[in-house]
């Protein structure tokens, strides 16, 4: 399934064929985490923010990772809309990859902005993602800063080897919902970028060498295929 996912990722992110504006609803599934388990998945432009939303068949946020006691080995659970958008909107490099806007818990570590303290609450994260086979074979990563590099990342960077971004954005987890208010004027027009809706487990590697954070479970893709068929409308 990882190897479908990264696939589709990677043709459907280039592509910018004009469609109706939607959102992704998603069939419930039982054997799927109830928490995890995706019902509608949507981007607005509302104001002067875009909201992400995903709404679970559960409550979410309820189920988290257990702690390990330490860093390498460690798991996240994450909320996930996969977009369109160019990993230049947020301040990395461009054509970096997958650009995705995730909530995240890790009760292991803490990757706030500027030291700060996280691993206690959900929070949000921007991630570049891109296939790479030491993850298994078709898994995505996030993407790695090889050693000696210093590649353009936004100024909420956390510090790690890793294209992540870790910036304040209002985060709720409120009965089936999750939501993240994101400031328009940080990514610019969106009227018409894809998206999509997952939920998974990443893992630190117990090695601590690239790659560093795998996506090694998918619980959920909000349209079954990772086809980016979300419009974001206002």
């Known amino acids: 399934m990882l190897r479908k996912l990264s696939a589709a990722v990677a043709a459907t992110a280039l592509l910018s064929t004009p469609a109706l504006a939607q959102d992704v609803v998603s069939p419930t599934k039982d054997a799927i985490m109830a928490s995890f388990d995706i019902v509608r998945t949507e981007v607005k432009s509302v104001g002067p923010d ?50 995705a806007l995730a909530v995240t818990f890790h009760p292991d570590f803490d990757d706030a902005a500027y030291g700060g303290v996280n691993r206690h609450v959900w929070h949000p994260h921007w991630v570049v993602l891109v296939p790479d086979d030491a993850c298994g074979k078709g898994a995505l990563k996030v993407r790695d800063i090889p050693e000696g590099t210093k590649p353009k990342v936004p100024a909420t960077w956390p510090g790690v080897p890793l294209l992540i971004d870790s910036p304040t954005y209002p985060t709720t987890l409120a009965t089936d919902t999750v939501e993240v208010s994101v400031p328009a004027s940080v990514i610019g027009a969106v009227e018409g970028v894809k998206f999509d809706g997952v939920t998974s487990a990443l893992k630190v590697n117990a090695n601590l060498h690239a790659p560093l954070l795998c996506i090694s479970d998918i619980f959920d893709v909000a349209s079954g295929d990772l086809s980016l068929p979300g419009k974001i409308t206002r």
């Open 50 to 99: 875009v909201v992400f939303r995903v709404q679970v068949r559960g409550k979410a946020g309820e189920m988290k990772p257990k702690a390990v006691g330490q860093f390498a080995g460690s798991a996240v659970w994450s909320y996930v809309w996969p977009t369109s958008l160019n990993s230049s909107s947020v301040g990395f490099e461009g054509d970096q990859g997958i650009l």
